[in-house]
């Protein structure tokens, strides 16, 4: 009679342990040895299956190996080995939808340092995760799907992306490309935050210009939606404002070149925030076309356009040029299309956005912290879909019998 110790469920920080007596015998004809079968044990491993089962489970929120193998009193190794060897995820093979959105995040050396996600956005669920975002690898990938299935996609949502527009042009002809609004509107406001960086450091108003840096969060918000009634002190200009009246503050002090008796410096600071006032104005425009509705917003986005060219501004004219070559028509999509979005809390109407594919890359990059980090990629996409409770395989065959018990 020979005895075991099995990790159980711990109760609390209390580890459980079970102490398990089993036979062990000889046989007469060959003289091997061989013992008794525990049915609750899992693998030859000093662990019971109930305790394995419930790690792996652990496995699907967001817990690093560290922390499950303290829970359930199994060594790090022996938590990994047991997540690679026994969940599988199968491969995706699923039909695209009309309307997809592609984003890519950093992954793992292995395959490809940046992987590619595709997601539906409409019924928020991800399609597949692929380990590279190169060319040929995401042209191989898409031709597995016959002409017929990839005429279905009919809208294709993504960021300011030169290289994947060109692959999804390709590879989708019947697709219209939109641009995510958050991506272009992120474009134009570091255009405005560089200039208005110029300025301050231009203006020999030193309280103005640590006043003008340390209130960044007025300048990104749309005008009309500014807060007119709590106030709040200002410590470098010593007085008190509310959210727009400290942009109509900054109108005043650029009218000051009007005055005859000002001072030079005066007069060439009120130079430096008009100029800033107008970078402003250009990005609260831009604004406008999303916040509020137009008849025509083809005319509305060559207006601003034009303006920028007119006016030949430095600050803004690169961008301008991209949108008008290249991305005119994702930008007009972007702000003319609308569609209904299903969640599981009910359906809303809105346009067309990568707003789900970036919750989930900060998802992903959560994962990856609490893990400290993958080193190979189909651990990394197991333990996303884990997350996200996609289906997997249990497989665990006792050793002893050859078959499987769980599945």
């Not at 430096?272 to 005319?299: G, P, R, T």
């Not at 028509?329 to 809390?345: F, V």
Request: hydrophobic residues 35%.
């Amino acid at each position: 009679m020979r005895s075991i110790e099995l990790k159980h469920f711990s109760f609390g920080s209390i580890p459980v342990v079970l102490v398990v007596s089993y036979h062990r015998y000889i046989c007469k004809d060959c003289s091997s040895y061989f013992s008794e079968n525990i049915p609750f044990q899992f693998d030859n491993r000093k662990a019971t299956v109930p305790n394995v089962q419930s790690a792996l489970f652990e496995m699907k929120e967001n817990h690093s190996m560290a922390s499950i193998s303290r829970m359930h009193g199994l060594g790090k190794n022996t938590i990994y080995r047991i997540f690679n060897e026994n969940i599988h995820i199968p491969d995706r093979f699923y039909h695209l939808s009309s309307v997809i959105s592609i984003d890519e995040f950093k992954a793992t050396s292995d395959k490809g340092t940046y992987a590619f996600n595709i997601v539906d956005p409409i019924t928020g669920k991800t399609l597949d995760i692929i380990e590279d975002r190169k060319a040929s690898f995401l042209r191989n990938y898409f031709l597995r799907f016959p002409f017929h299935e990839r005429k279905k996609v009919k809208f294709i949502i993504m960021d300011l992306s030169s290289s994947f527009y060109c692959i999804m042009h390709s590879l989708f002809p019947h697709a219209q490309i939109i641009c995510d609004r958050f991506h272009y509107i992120r474009l134009a406001g570091q255009n405005f935050i560089q200039s208005r960086l110029d300025a301050c450091s231009f203006l020999h108003d030193k309280p103005l210009a640590k006043s003008i840096k340390r209130n960044l969060r007025l300048f990104y918000k749309y005008k009309k939606d500014l807060d007119n009634d709590k106030t709040w002190y200002d410590f470098h200009l010593k007085r008190y404002f509310t959210c727009a009246s400290y942009i109509d503050y900054l109108y005043t002090l650029s009218e000051r070149r009007n005055k005859d008796n000002c001072h030079h410096n005066t007069m060439f600071d009120s130079l430096i925030i008009m100029e800033m006032l107008d970078n402003y104005e250009i990005y609260q425009n831009l604004l406008k076309l999303i916040h509020e509705k137009h008849d025509d917003y083809k005319n509305e986005l060559n207006r601003w356009l034009d303006y920028i060219f007119d006016t030949q501004n430095s600050y803004y004219l690169i961008t301008a040029k991209n949108f008008r070559k290249k991305w005119f028509i994702p930008l007009l999509c972007s702000l003319s299309y609308t569609t209904i979005y299903k969640r599981r809390t009910g359906s809303y109407k809105t346009s067309f956005n990568n707003g789900f594919i970036e919750g989930m890359n900060n998802k992903i990059k959560l994962i990856k912290r609490n893990a400290y980090g993958f080193r190979y990629f189909y651990n990394l996409r197991k333990r996303i879909f884990l997350h996200l409770g996609y289906s997997y395989s249990f497989t665990y065959k006792d050793t002893k019998k050859g078959i499987p018990i769980f599945q």
